[in-house]
DNA sequence: TTAAGTGCAAATATTTTGCTGTCAC
DNA sequence: GTGACAGCAAAATATTTGCACTTAA
């Protein structure tokens, strides 16, 4: 992901250990590949990644992994304005939140932080009285390459 | 939804035949559940409603006018963190862009519009030089009723 | 030891595509 | 009249489930 990573490899491992979960050597190689990622990835891309280091784990260990970190909060879900169909991708939850740009023309993911979508986040927990435990912000537009050269 | 919708019946027909596309009896079925639907509704219950008017709609043509309404901007896709799995929701797009609660214990939707909202899809175009063409914002929590009565 | 996890096969769900006949303009 | 659209069937894609075997704790 473009925003710096200050990630201990092994923390998933930690974290998921901590609360109690049954570690296998699947799950370990899931994390370490979910941890090292440097896009986002699909659960195809992941079961890919996986499988150069377990060539024997098997797509739907991928799906249920996915689901427990979810579940755990320690992984977001993204659609990425379905730019891609409509895969979910996945990453670390960051320790300060973020939205997504994907551009439609080039396809391209940029992600952003801002102290508005912050300040924005702490209005709905007060105004709506709505406790918060995931976000999900995409925009879809044209990244600033593309809107130079006009509309496709 | 809940938002008041300031619509006039037969808008979208209108909006799409300026933009010259040809106007079919079923488009124009399929519109009108769109335009009077009170709830964000996905495409088998746009199909449903669609069907009660004129029994014949096939569930193709709903998708093809979907992906029609979505590519001419006059409705927006949600995913409402995929509370009821990986259907995709409809919603006429609103004058003012506004960002989605859904309650992860009662499956409540709701609905928030906002001046941080506003200005942080300004300071995104402004300091990502990025041009805003779709916003979705979800947010998984939740609601004020189910966090009183604690963790599900 | 045993409850939880894995792999395999099959099922499910949603959306898309190819093709032929039909209709809006 | 003709190019865009609708309906039908089939395909494609992504994800989940049932069940017997295996393994972490």
Known sequence: MPLPQTEQ???LQ?????RGVRMTRQRRTILSVVETAQQH???SQL???ARR???EIDRVTVYRTLK???RHGLVDELDLMHLQGEKHFYERRPQRDHLHMACLRCGKILEFESNLFDRLKGQIQRECQFH???????IGGYCSQCRATGPA
Chains 1, 2 share one sequence.
């Open 132 to 138: 918060i435990l995931v976000t999900r912000m995409e």
């Open 41 to 43: 990835l699909d659960a």
């Open 14 to 18: 930690a974290e998921l250990m901590s």
């Open 47 to 49: 079961l890919r990644k």
């Open 9 to 11: 490899p092994g923390r």
């Open 53 to 55: 280091i377990d060539p």
């Open 68 to 70: 427990l970190l979810k």
